[in-house]
């Protein structure tokens, strides 16, 4: 971390940054979106949180995110209040993984919140192209799973509120 007696800047700072992939993200608008952001707000509202793109590259200091999908909504309380447990079930996927586990894990539904999570988590991030899943793509655009982003993530989520929109 920076130390304020020093003068040099550090070369690294852990910043959140998204860890879901989601349709309609703007992760690659943000530089076109940039001019439309306030400088200066008090508090940061998302109404369509996805994979959270506008809210990690704003970094608010409080905010109020919602969605519409309540398992969205679940995995980051989880990742909010649970990381340490979504990251040993994420590490079990890991280890697994394969074309058989991929299927076995799409076709469970767990109760469990923690288990929904981290099955969300890997379905999201082991499935780029759903419509053309043969082993040798599962296998090749596996990503592997950022550890350390979820518990930088989670450093800086214990001030956001969750909540899912009921209509």
Known sequence: MFNSASSVAPLYVDVPRPFLKWAGGKGRLLEQYRSHFPRYFETYYEPFLGGGAVFFHLLPPRSLLTDINPELVNVYRCVRDQVEEVIALLREHERSHSQEYYYQIRSMLYCNPIERAARLIYLNRTCKCPQNNTI????????????????????????????????
């Open 136 to 167: 040798q793509n599962v296998q090749k655009e596996q990503q592997h799973f950022r550890f350390k982003n979820l518990l930088t993530t989670t450093r800086f989520a214990q001030k956001v509120a969750l909540a899912q929109i009921l209509l």
